[in-house]
């Protein structure tokens, strides 16, 4: 595989499925997706972490963000921002 822009200043992005069972939703990343459970695939969970494409003079972004099953902290001058959604898919 080979990295390729998508999307100029999404810096990071996490996936999580949504498998449906008779005790409700929960959310696994695709490597912790049995086979047999793809088919009970309810739901698609993503995260989205933009950048900002310039550092901003006199800022200082220690921040710590939470994505998925992901922690990324950051210490530049870049801004950011977290987007967070839910996606219901028909079987």
Known sequence: MTAQLIASGIENMQIQYGVTTTGGTRFYNASDVAAADWASVSAVRIWLLSR???AEPGLTNTSTYTI????VTVNDAFQRQVFPLV???RN
């Open 52 to 54: 900002s494409t310039t």
């Open 68 to 71: 998925g099953d992901q922690t």
């Open 87 to 89: 996606v219901q898919l």
